[in-house]
């Protein structure tokens, strides 16, 4: 393991740059991003996305790790960018999100587990805010917020499906307020999209205080603001704001920093770790939320457009089992060899591809072996990306490490020297429906979208408060490129996709379009990854995945 100042001085920080945190973690300050941000030049920006995947993953965080790995062992100064591990997944069926294998960012214990506090910094502005939204009503409520009409919720960052329907205000004090108030898991909090989408702390508070809390009686918008809410909720986040430098299991530089979910929110890290990666490497390689119908095109609709930046280069992470998944195979059928799922799990890889030519992304697939994948059905995958004129390269981080990887870092470079750049799919000034529209036309095959009853009173509501700007952030199913998570591979002939509700993040800039049921406060399995969990006489934690 490197020093901090090591680590600091392999992207050219010196030590006046840096603020110890956490043994060899250290917080870059927002101020000393900015100046960096601010020189130029810039380096390459990669984005690494991936197919539809399994309820396991299929590793893009491995493949971002080994990559900036692979880049170093070439000889180029390369970051990972990665979004901070939530407690919630951690102890629930996903595990960690530090990476495995040869291909971890360290202290992978401690990132896992809480790092250097930021998520509970998120969780502690956010009930900040439900706090004085309660005791604005106790104390007579000025501000004739209509109590059936609050719309913030309260946050935890633990999986607990108990709290996803609460009453709160169920006091003896005829002052108290009744009414409903569920939780949400913190990296669904519009606090944490804002953490990751802030410029700087005046950036911050303007966007803490344009959050909606709730609407009066008669119909107008009531804000943070309004609670005189976002000085102190910037005042819990100074520090969270603040990127965290680690490094890779080799020594690579590595960010990692905030967690917004990857369909409620636009589910990456935040736009300070990627100007700080851009400005001080050859090579920022940043990992995206589930696929390039989720992920990617977030990433290319919402986060370049706040970067000023488009993406110069895109790794697609294929494995066999989420294309067995798609072809049919259950996914413990696609855990061995199934050439005929596989065969028709294809049509869905196609679609992928099809998606980073539609964002404008010059695109490698990395073919992520798992133990026990078949050479016949790793050629099959090989043959139809050259179909579709695509370079495959085979990445080996978790069992190889840096030295796994190389064959694609050298992919990358090449693809990222074609001088191809990303485009959104649709102009900055285009109506949310039709944008939604237009995402579901060109990356979901879809036919068309169906807006019920009272998605088109959500857009109504909208347009009449003034919120109808920004980008959409679709939340829907990652299971699929539909919004049935049943439904596989492309979906069939004069399909459409239905919005049940547009909601607004006015503080994160975007409009919510919800597909579906979309869960956002997950429960426990019936054996939680907790159950492994423990920590040794000696003090040693164990048993995080």
């Not at 669904?188 to 909606?212: F, N, P, T």
């Not at 309004?226 to 102190?232: R, S, Y």
Request: a negative charge; aromatic letters at 4%.
């Amino acid at each position: 393991m490197r020093s901090l100042p090591e680590l600091g001085r392999a992207l050219g920080l010196g030590p006046e740059e840096l603020r110890p945190a956490l043994g060899t973690v250290g917080k870059v300050p927002v101020s000393v991003v900015r100046a960096w941000a601010e020189r130029g030049p810039r380096g390459k920006l990669v984005l690494v996305t991936g197919v539809t995947p399994t309820r396991h993953g299929e590793g893009k965080t491995v493949t971002v790790i080994g990559l900036a790995d692979g880049l170093a062992r070439a000889g180029r100064r390369a970051v990972a960018c990665l979004r901070q591990p939530s407690l919630g997944p951690t102890f629930g069926v996903k595990g960690g999100a530090t990476g495995g294998g040869r291909a971890t960012v360290e202290p992978a214990a401690e990132i896992n587990l809480g790092f250097t506090g930021d998520i509970h910094a998120v969780a502690a502005a956010h009930n900040l805010l439900s706090a004085l939204v309660d005791n604005h009503l106790f104390h007579g409520n000025a501000l004739g917020i209509d109590p059936a009409r609050i719309l913030w919720p309260r946050t935890t960052d633990t999986e607990d499906r108990a709290l996803r329907h609460v009453t709160v205000g169920k006091l003896p004090d005829p002052r108290s307020v009744v009414h409903d108030n569920p939780f949400v898991i913190t990296a669904a909090s519009e606090v944490m999209a804002i953490l990751a989408l802030a410029r700087d702390y005046a950036d911050l508070k303007q966007r803490l205080g344009r959050m909606l809390v709730a609407f009066d009686r008669a119909g107008a918008a009531v804000r943070a603001t309004d609670l005189k809410a976002e000085g102190a909720m910037a005042a819990v986040l100074r520090d969270a704001l603040e990127p965290n430098l680690v490094q890779t299991s080799e020594g690579v530089p590595a960010l990692v920093h905030a967690g917004p979910f990857g369909n409620i929110a636009h589910g990456t890290c935040s736009r300070l770790a990627i100007e700080l990666g851009l400005a001080t490497s050859e090579y920022c390689v940043v990992e995206a939320g589930f696929a390039t119908d989720l992920g990617a095109e977030k990433f290319v609709d919402i986060v370049t457009p706040v970067l000023g930046v488009p993406v110069d280069a895109a790794v697609l992470v294929v494995t066999q089992r989420s294309l067995r998944v798609q072809g049919g195979a259950t996914e413990a059928e696609a855990e061995q060899p199934a050439p005929a799922a596989l065969a028709r799990g294809l049509e869905s890889l196609e679609q992928h591809l099809a998606n980073l030519e539609a964002l404008g992304l010059a695109g490698v697939v990395a073919l992520n072996r798992f133990p026990g994948d078949s050479d016949a059905e790793a050629e099959a995958i090989r043959t139809g990306c050259r179909a579709h004129g695509v370079e495959l390269a085979v990445s080996r981080g978790f069992e190889e490490g840096g030295a796994g990887t190389v064959e694609l870092a050298r992919a990358v470079e090449a693809a990222a020297g074609l001088g191809r750049r990303s485009r959104p799919l649709y102009p900055p000034d285009t109506a949310p429906e039709r944008q939604l529209e237009i995402i579901a036309r060109m990356l979901y095959a879809a036919s068309g979208v169906e807006t019920l009853e009272e998605a088109a009173a959500d857009l109504a509501t909208w347009a009449r408060i003034g919120e109808r700007s920004g980008p959409v952030c679709v939340a829907k199913t990652p299971l699929s490129l539909s919004d049935d998570p049943k439904l596989r591979n492309r979906p069939p002939p004069g399909y459409r996709v239905h919005v049940d509700r547009f909601l607004r993040s006015a503080g994160a800039g975007f409009t919510v379009a919800q597909l579906g049921t979309v869960e956002l406060m997950p429960g426990l399995p019936t054996h939680p990854a907790s159950e492994g969990i423990d920590v040794t006489p000696d003090g040693r934690v164990v048993g995080v995945h």
